[in-house]
């Protein structure tokens, strides 16, 4: 009888927290981060200190969806490529770390977990402890002048 109160108090409290809610903005699932290369680039390497232009796509972690792709929550493609400065902190960690390795004319999709991505705090449509996929693909890499690469 114990065991059995136990567990309904254990799935009574899986269902109080906010991944059950029905709504899109929802916490997703937990995964670990992972990469994937679905084209190599064959152009110069995107590493720390190189500024990078970039596409992508992300979507929250659905493990119920193809490629884990849920609710789509941002993309450049169709607007202005991103630019940012890989290992500047300008964006989550998980993005710069599915970066960095990159090379021009490559794609890659990212898998970041809410340690690497915005962790305990909601930003915009993207919710709390939230994984995250993105699509990437790399345009350019610049680096610095006197860098020696």
């Known amino acids: 009888m114990v065991l059995r109160v136990s567990r309904i108090v254990a799935v009574a409290a899986l269902c109080l927290a906010p991944a059950c809610s029905d709504t899109p903005t929802t916490p997703s699932a937990f995964a670990p981060y992972s990469q994937v290369d679905y084209r190599l680039g064959t152009g110069t390497e995107a590493a720390a200190g190189t500024t990078v232009s970039l596409n992508y796509t992300g979507w929250l972690y659905d493990p119920a969806r193809p490629d884990g792709k849920g609710v789509q929550f941002d993309t450049s493609v169709g607007t202005d490529p991103l630019i940012f400065t890989v290992g500047a902190g300008h964006v989550i960690s998980g993005f710069d770390q599915g970066v960095t390795g990159m090379k021009v004319g490559g794609a890659r999709r990212v898998t970041v977990p809410p340690s690497l991505g915005y962790g305990g705090e909601r930003n915009n449509s993207i919710p709390p402890y939230a994984t ?18």
């Open 132 to 149: 995250l996929v993105f699509d990437i693909d790399l345009l350019d890499v610049a680096v610095p002048a006197g860098s020696g690469r």
